[in-house]
């Protein structure tokens, strides 16, 4: 078991930066692939980052890739997400979510989530 707590969020202005923190508790964090999703209202979770246990290597969506890094820090077990360069179309709330199997990039893959924290990005 895994319990996971985002913070971070907030509202800015396009052009700005946040980061995201998604602090676990419980045993074997390094264990975990974690990702980071999003929630637009009205539409489905997608996809946002995802890095894979141990060794970290990190799967990006394209519509954030040069904008967003995910990054570990396993002895702190928890997961970030820088977000530079926000648009409106950011928006969302965004979850971390965990799964000790592999990393994935579907939401229905991971077994453990937060409660979500909202961007809110403005023109």
């Known amino acids: 078991q895994v319990q996971l707590v985002e913070s971070g969020g907030g509202s800015v202005q396009a052009g700005d930066s946040l980061r995201l923190s998604c602090a676990a508790s419980?045993?074997?964090?390094?264990?975990?692939?974690m990702g980071w999703f999003r929630q637009a209202p009205g539409k489905e979770r997608e996809f946002v980052a995802a890095i894979s246990q141990i060794v970290g290597i990190t799967y990006v969506t394209d519509s954030v890739k040069g904008r967003f890094t995910i990054s570990r820090d396993n002895a702190k077990k928890t997961v970030y997400l820088q977000m530079n360069s926000l648009k409106p179309e950011d928006t969302a709330v965004y979850y971390c979510?965990?799964?000790?199997?592999?990393?994935?990039?579907?939401?229905?893959?991971?077994?453990?989530w937060g409660q979500g924290t909202q961007v809110t990005v403005s023109s």
């Open positions: 979510a965990a799964d000790p199997r592999p990393l994935t990039t579907t939401p229905i893959e991971y077994s453990f």
């Open positions: 419980g045993r074997s964090f390094s264990a975990y692939a």
